[in-house]
């Protein structure tokens, strides 16, 4: 029979490999087919929607509004921002190689971080899956020709990277700490991180204030297809956020990391299969290895979480847990018992006999005369 909370991770999984998957197809579509070169806008358009979902999800019914002090979910509206923008500074400042280093090198990254400032220390072989991972996708997705960085660059991806790693850590220990779900985190610290997004858009993007020309974001075009496609990827941006607070509370932000992985074996795997891209024997090997650590570290997940949590060895008594008499059979131990007491102290042996008598004999005894004096001897 399926358990339905051990089956929910795994869906959550599912919506956030699908969901994180159709959002970078539809990002490129308004990116590049329809000239929306953006991103800050855009990923200001994401968390307004995100916000509109949750508030409408709340109408619903979903979950409820609980209030906590904004001071709590600010540090987390930032992170998400910095990640967002240090994010988009590595890609413009360093080659496409390097940047997925800086992406690979965050699973490493919340590991450190979770023993370094929560004490949480993973076992040797779950590092082990972490890097077999990393490497296959390193392997599959990296090329000798590609890596580079500038001084700036690296400060950009490093700060990516810890920006990234931290985003994804609170995403997790907000929730419990404050006491949230997934959608009532997501409805507290959305307004914050628009209201900061409002303010970074018109200092990185070109606004066209005074000229509103082609290539500003004043003087773009929208179309009926352009505002299709920015709805498509504003949904899909929900779901990616939504999906990616629901992993992450169901599991964690490792785990986290590693469904990411899944989703880029599955792009490269797709690539080849429906869209004839190359399979040169290095990305072959690349995707292989890093399916051997995503199914090794899952099969860790799951057999770590089926083990039953050792039962506390009492230091009680073993006495004490002896099955409690019913009253029939108090009444009729109790007159074998009274008998022979009676008997015992006819031939003034009664001492004698309850210091032989076995305990329960006794304790039967001493128990119906307790029920019929009403409660005291």
Known sequence: MWDGEAVKPLLYGLLNVVS??????????????FGFSFTYALTLIHTCTTLVGMMVFCRMGMFEVKAVPKRAVAPLAAAYVGYIVLCNLNLQLNTVGFYQITKIAVAPAVLVAEAVFFGKQASRRVVAAIVLVCLGVGLATITDTQIGSSAAGL??????????????????TKQKELGLGSMQLLHQYC??????LAILVPIFEPMGWEDRAPGTLLGYKFTVASVLAIAISAVLGLLVSLSTFLVIGATSSLTYNVVGHVKTALILAGGCIFFGDEMPPKKLAGISVAMVGIIWYTQLKVSASSVPASPRKSTLP?????????????????????GEL????????????????????VALHKANMLQKSGGSL
């Open 191 to 196: 307004p914050i991180a628009a209201i900061m």
């Open 342 to 361: 009676g008997e015992a102290a006819k031939g003034g042996s009664a001492n004698n006999y309850l210091r032989r008598a076995s305990p329960r004999s």
């Open 20 to 33: 994180a998957t159709g959002i970078v197809f539809a990002n490129k579509a308004v990116l590049s087919n």
């Open 318 to 338: 073993t006495h004490l847990y002896a099955k409690v008499p019913s009253r029939k059979e108090l009444d009729q131990e109790s007159q074998v018992t009274n």
């Open 155 to 172: 400060l950009a991806g490093l700060g990516a990277v810890c920006a990234t790693a931290l985003y994804q850590i609170w995403a997790g």
